[in-house]
């Protein structure tokens, strides 16, 4: 596990999940490995009247709406697709799910725009195929016909930027459950079906094109499960929080974030979105979603960038500097508009509150100079 870059939460949390799983007498649907409250419980975390003897940590932050809906989808005959905002947590989300229920979140295909029907289905070995004929052993199952023969969660990441055939490719596998293999000619082995526990969990970005372009027929086998963008700065404060404490660990880093700064960069993110959401045109819009992700991703850079060529203390103007750098990508539409908050809001909060806010304002200034 030390030498993966980034594990899997399946065998990040496997010591978790055994314990969970060591612990649950709940009936469990089809073959999961645990039941739909301990799914909740890994996925939402421990409160203190649960009582157990070990806490857990909470690693999903949203509504518990929408994960107990996630769960129930993944039990009934229906597909789960959760779409919202780029950062939302969508494909974190539905890890912990396949995770938690499946022990296995990595039977992923991602969809693009060259996604055909062989990366949802089969493919062959071509030498093999040369050398032996179509057979089971030339065969090559994609991680959703792994999953349908395993009874597992299979993920289908960016649904909506397939075509429309390999949509409806999964239109048959949603609805029959089955896969025929016509190639090969003998009856007993020419259809893959689906072991009881297989579902699919799909994710689709509102923002890169709208889910209009799933067909009815394949929108009706799924449940839809809405991530809103977070807004509610305590959950936001947890969830950076969180991310940042792993990151940490990671790089192995000592350094402190302090809880001011942490203050101030939900602060910048919530007026953005304020003065985002009065926006008449696209231009005075950043073109970044101002998600949890992308504030996850301002802190990362200022923080590396305090440990790499800093004094190893996060400093407000690092801060303001990476906040510039990751969310100035157009110009000069994005500047512009980070120059007028720096300009209108900054200045009147480093004014009113001084402290860390002077700091932010001048790294802020110097970063919009250097770019402008
Ligand atoms: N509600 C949340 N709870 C926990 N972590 C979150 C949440 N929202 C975002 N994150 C963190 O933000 C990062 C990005 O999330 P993720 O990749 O799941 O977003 P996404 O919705 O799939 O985005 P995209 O549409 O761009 O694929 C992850 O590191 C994730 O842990
Ligand atoms: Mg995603």
């Given at each position: 596990m030390t030498d993966m870059l980034r594990a899997p939460a399946e065998v990040k949390y496997a010591d978790e999940l055994d314990w969970l799983e060591s612990i649950d007498t709940g009936p469990k649907p089809f073959s999961w490995r645990l039941s739909p409250r301990m799914v909740r419980l890994f996925v939402l975390g421990s409160e203190r009247a649960d009582g157990l003897d070990r806490p857990v940590a909470q690693k999903w932050f949203g509504d518990r709406s929408f994960v107990e809906r996630s769960i129930v989808t993944l039990a009934s005959d229906r597909g789960l697709l959760l779409i919202g905002d780029p950062g939302t947590g969508k494909s974190w989300l539905a890890e912990l799910l396949a995770a938690?229920?499946?022990?296995?979140?990595?039977?992923?295909?991602?969809?693009?725009?060259?996604?055909?029907?062989?990366?949802?289905?089969?493919?062959?070995n071509v030498s093999m195929v040369i050398a032996k004929g179509q057979s089971p052993d030339s065969l090559i199952p994609s991680p959703i016909m792994t999953a349908m023969q395993r009874g597992v969660i299979g993920r289908f990441e960016e649904l909506t930027r397939t075509t429309s055939d390999v949509q409806d490719a999964l239109i048959s596998i949603l609805?029959?459950?089955?896969?025929?293999?016509?190639?090969l000619k003998d009856d007993s082995i020419n259809t893959v079906f689906a072991q009881p526990g297989f579902s699919i969990i799909a994710t689709a970005n509102s923002r890169d094109r709208g889910v209009n372009d799933l067909s009815s027929a394949l929108k009706r086998r799924f449940n839809f499960v809405r991530i809103p963008v977070v807004t509610n700065k305590k959950s936001e404060a947890e969830i950076v929080r969180f991310r940042t404490v792993e990151l940490l660990r990671r790089h192995e880093i000592e350094l402190d974030v302090p809880p001011t700064l942490l203050d101030i960069l939900l602060q910048s993110f919530a007026d953005?979105?304020?003065?985002?959401?009065?926006?008449?045109?696209?231009?005075?819009?950043?073109?970044?979603?101002?998600?949890?992700?992308?504030?996850?991703?301002?802190?990362?850079?200022?923080?590396?960038?305090?440990?790499?060529?800093?004094?190893?203390?996060?400093?407000?103007?690092?801060?303001?500097?990476?906040l510039v750098g990751s969310l100035a990508r157009r110009s000069p539409e994005d500047l512009a508009i980070l120059n007028k908050y720096w300009h209108g809001t900054v200045e009147k909060r480093s004014k009113q509150e001084a402290g860390e806010w002077e700091g932010f304002l001048s790294g802020g200034r110097e970063a919009i100079a250097t770019l402008s």
């Open positions: 938690a229920i499946s022990r296995n979140s990595t039977l992923v295909v991602q969809g693009t725009a060259g996604t055909t029907e062989d990366h949802i289905k089969y493919s062959w609805s029959e459950k089955y896969v025929s293999i016509p190639e953005l979105r304020t003065a985002a959401a009065s926006a008449t045109s696209d231009d005075e819009k950043l073109e970044s979603s101002l998600s949890t992700a992308e504030q996850i991703g301002v802190l990362e850079d200022a923080i590396l960038h305090s440990q790499f060529f800093g004094d190893r203390s996060l400093r407000a103007d690092t801060l303001a500097r990476s």
